[in-house]
């Protein structure tokens, strides 16, 4: 079972708009929760994260937002830029480890 | 710092071999993670170790499978023998002994395909 799901494969945008890419959960015991970006043949790379008690997290263009009864969290790209074009994996972390959503890929067109 | 090592970085094998991926973690880092992606299940972790010792197995898919870490410097993944379904990319991530939020550290992966 999947426990943590990003249901968008992918997402464009144009260049300067709003990017908002969302991901779901299912276990109430996460404690925190990441933003990964990947780039074609590199490894994830850590960009924002939110605990649990918090519903905000801002840091420079990105913004995570945490809505705890909902089980949802979205990261929000403003404004977007063509280096912003990668794959984005949601992650919650539980005890020692990290559970990755499945990936959206994002596209910003100039 | 040169990162986490992955080698091969591109293996092609033939259905039924042995397969053995390589991992080198950041040196003092104690955790050490194996994630497999896929395009239907994103990166699923495959399992985990804490100073050497493996923490938990539960993602690892068959008994094909099989994961060391005989010390501190390296890990191994194993598949024997290989499947057409195994095709897939394969990291390796470390973390420090703080549990750090920021201190997960990839590789860049082995894209394994078996035909």
């Known amino acids: 079972d999947q426990q943590v799901k990003q249901n968008s494969p992918s997402l464009s945008v144009q260049e300067g708009r709003i990017s908002i890419l969302n991901c779901d959960y299912t276990n109430s015991m996460f404690d925190y929760f990441l933003w990964y970006k990947k780039y074609p043949a590199e490894g994830p790379t850590f960009l924002i994260s939110i605990s649990s008690i918090k519903d905000k997290n801002e840091d420079g263009r990105f913004t995570v937002f945490l809505n705890k009864s909902a089980k949802h969290l979205s990261l929000h790209i403003v404004p977007s830029q063509p280096g912003d074009s990668a794959v984005y994996f949601c992650?919650?972390?539980?005890?020692?480890?990290?559970?990755f959503g499945q990936g959206t890929e994002l596209s910003v067109k100039p | 710092d040169a990162g986490v090592i992955q080698s091969p970085r591109h293996e092609v094998t033939e259905m039924g071999q042995e397969v053995t991926l390589r991992c080198k973690p950041i040196?003092?880092?104690?955790?050490l993670f194996w994630y497999r992606q896929t395009m239907m299940r994103g990166l699923e972790l495959l399992i985990y170790f804490n100073n050497n010792v493996p923490i938990d197995d539960s993602g690892m898919p068959e008994d094909r499978f099989s994961a060391k870490m005989p010390n501190a410097s390296f890990s191994t993944l194993k598949i024997q023998p290989s499947e057409p379904r195994d095709s897939a990319v394969y990291f390796c991530?470390?973390?420090?002994?703080?549990?750090?939020?920021?201190?997960?550290?990839f590789g860049s992966g082995t894209r394994l395909t078996v035909v």
């Open positions: 040196s003092g880092h104690n955790s």
């Open positions: 991530a470390s973390t420090p002994p703080a549990r750090s939020l920021y201190g997960y550290t």
């Open positions: 992650a919650a972390r539980q005890g020692g480890k990290l559970i």
